[in-house]
């Protein structure tokens, strides 16, 4: 038992070295303040262990300068790991110096103590009285963290709140080792007590390293219960759409999540500040002329003495030239691993994706808001002179100016009729921009569907011939629906004019009446050119007539149909088109019933 005994207390003291030269590695490898402290700390508890058991083994030849040694480098192991947590929740400047004057204090009063070196010495009051101060004084610089730590990491992210539990549970770690330590010390004459504290103190060792320094697969795990929001954000940048800043406040929220950061701002390529997070817009400026636009990502030391945060910078490259993405370090994450930097990249690059879509669509939606100002502009600009001629063809008409020569009296019905293509037109136009701004009101009330279709065919009468024959078929019984009845009259007429229009070579055009289970449907036919199945993605959109050889001639702007779906939608309803290439057309209106129609 002896021997295993031994063996332990070898191996527990080879772990605290390995682990103060692990500490030391990193902290030579980053330079950074807190992995300093950590180091410091780590390797003062090594240093304590070594110097225990070369007391032990060389009988105690080191004699006072060895036990107070031992004692010194202890309490300069909870002031480090004090100091350390301070990196992350900083300590006021006075609790700060008073923690180094009782620290100090503790030291010298150890040190005048000269606490005997002999395992089974019994210790006079005054020692005891020093003694008792020094584990309170340790215990005080130790035990503080890990109420701090666990206390602030209620309600913080995921990353954060792990990081800082495991802060936590890296000094509780610390605890559990010297408490355990000293009972072995308390029980040594129990040699299975002995053996279970040493086998706790060794086992709690590792769990010191990795709260404090945590590996890769660690941070991961606290990542790991964020990941599926983590890819919801992910489509969030590459299909929603609003304006860039919004969408980069909505970016920033993310990395300085998912990463465990302080604070981020991102600038655009001119290099203003799309958005900030936890830094206002004037630092944030600042610190984008000091970084400058790097042609990769990279990891900056900022400057500022021992309280320099760490700045990951990940190039944007946009459309417009490169922006940036800068996140940096905060109190809880001093620092960044390669998987932040990594993973950082890859959420950069759907930034940049969702920056530069959200861009095509901001000037997508400013030219049709020009294009909209236009159409209101030239509509309502067209109107007042288009009143005025038709107001003089009629008194043309009429006689009311005088007579006009024969010659001139054939012309009028041309003109006529050009003016009210031309005033069509215009009120297309006006109907067009009504609907991009959100002003067309509809006046609706309970009407027959067919004698909504009866009144249209009427009115498209004038424009039939004798070799497009306009047929109505309506069905028996009621078609009740509610519907603005001059617009839905309107939507049919423009169906039957295209279907006029459109069958130059003449022949039937039919408008059929008929209901179905939850919706009145008026259907138009005709026999005439067709729609090229290629074509069929433009055919309800604004101005998007469909020019072929065989229609170029025909005049339109490509405003009436997409009209009409709007109309129609608006409603509750909708249009949907078949054609067949050189055999005809139907566009089917259907809109709900105003109540279920068995049948």
């Not at 180091?39 to 107070?68: E, K």
């Not at 009120?427 to 609706?444: P, V, W």
């Not at 020019?547 to 025909?554: A, L, M, N, Y």
Request: glycine content about 8%; charged content about 20%.
């Amino acid at each position: 038992m002896t021997e295993v005994l031994q063996a332990l207390q070898y191996a527990t003291s080879l772990v605290f070295v390995l682990l103060g030269l692990l500490t030391l590695r990193d902290y030579l490898l980053h330079r950074e303040r807190s992995r300093g402290l950590l180091a410091l700390a780590i390797g003062c508890l090594g240093l304590v262990s070594l110097l225990g058991q070369a007391q032990a083994l060389s009988g105690y030849a080191l004699g006072q300068v060895g036990q107070d040694l031992v004692l010194v480098i202890l309490m300069v192991s909870g002031y480090a790991l004090l100091l350390f947590r301070s990196s992350f929740i900083r300590l006021r400047p006075r609790a700060q110096m008073f923690s180094f004057a009782g620290v100090l204090a503790v030291i010298l009063l150890v040190l005048v103590a000269n606490v005997p070196y002999q395992p089974n010495a019994r210790l006079n009051p005054f020692q005891q009285v020093s003694v008792g101060l020094l584990v309170l004084a340790w215990a005080a610089c130790v035990i503080e963290p890990i109420v701090r730590f666990w206390l602030a990491s209620i309600g913080r992210p995921a990353v954060l709140r792990e990081r800082l539990r495991a802060l936590s549970v890296g000094y509780a770690a610390l605890v559990l080792i010297v408490l355990f330590a000293g009972l072995a010390t308390a029980a040594s004459q129990h040699p299975f007590v002995r053996l279970a504290t040493q086998l706790i103190a060794l086992l709690a060792a590792p769990l010191l390293y990795v709260s404090f320094s945590p590996p890769l697969w660690l941070r991961f795990t606290w990542r790991n219960p964020e990941e599926v929001a983590y890819r919801e954000s992910i489509k969030d940048l590459l299909l929603f759409s609003p304006t860039r800043q919004r969408l980069a406040e909505r970016a920033l929220e993310w990395a300085v999540r998912f990463v465990g950061a302080d604070s981020a701002f991102i600038a655009d390529s001119d290099g203003s500040v799309l958005a900030a997070r936890g830094i206002d817009e004037v630092q944030a400026e600042r610190l984008r002329a000091q970084l400058g636009a790097p042609a990769r990502e990279a990891m900056l030391r900022l400057p500022g003495g021992e309280d320099a945060q760490s700045a990951l910078v990940v190039p944007l490259p946009l459309n417009s030239g490169t922006g940036v993405l800068v996140v940096l370090s905060g109190p809880f994450t001093p620092f960044f691993g390669t998987d932040e930097i990594g993973r950082l990249t890859a959420y950069a690059t759907n930034l940049t994706i969702g920056l530069d879509r959200t861009t095509l669509t901001e000037r997508i939606a400013a030219l049709e808001r020009t294009k909209t100002e236009f159409l209101n502009l030239a509509s309502h600009e067209l109107r007042g002179p288009i009143t005025v001629i038709r107001g003089y063809l009629s008194m043309l008409e009429r006689g009311s100016l005088g007579e006009i020569p024969e010659s001139a009296q054939r012309a009028l019905p041309v003109l006529t009729a050009k003016a009210d293509e031309m005033n069509a037109l215009v009120e297309q136009m006006i109907e067009a921009a009504r609907l991009e701004e959100g002003r067309l009101e509809l006046s609706t009330r309970r009407a027959d569907l067919r004698e909504v279709a009866r009144i249209a065919v009427e009115m498209a009468r004038p424009i039939s011939d004798s070799e497009h024959a306009l047929v109505l078929e309506s069905s028996e019984a009621e078609v009740p629906v509610m519907v603005d009845v001059d617009r839905i009259a309107t939507v049919i007429g423009n169906l039957l004019s295209n279907a006029i229009k459109y069958s130059p070579g003449g022949g039937q055009v039919t408008c059929r009446v008929a209901r179905e289970k939850y919706v009145g449907t008026i259907t138009v036919s005709d026999k005439g050119v067709g729609i090229p199945p290629d074509r069929f993605d433009r055919l309800f959109t604004r101005f998007g007539r469909i020019v072929t050889p065989e229609t170029s001639h025909i005049p339109g702007t490509g405003l009436g149909l997409y009209l009409s779906r709007e109309l129609a939608r608006l409603h509750g309803g909708d249009i949907t088109a078949t054609s067949v290439l050189g055999k005809g057309s139907s566009f089917v209106l259907a809109v709900p019933l105003l109540e279920e129609v068995p049948t």
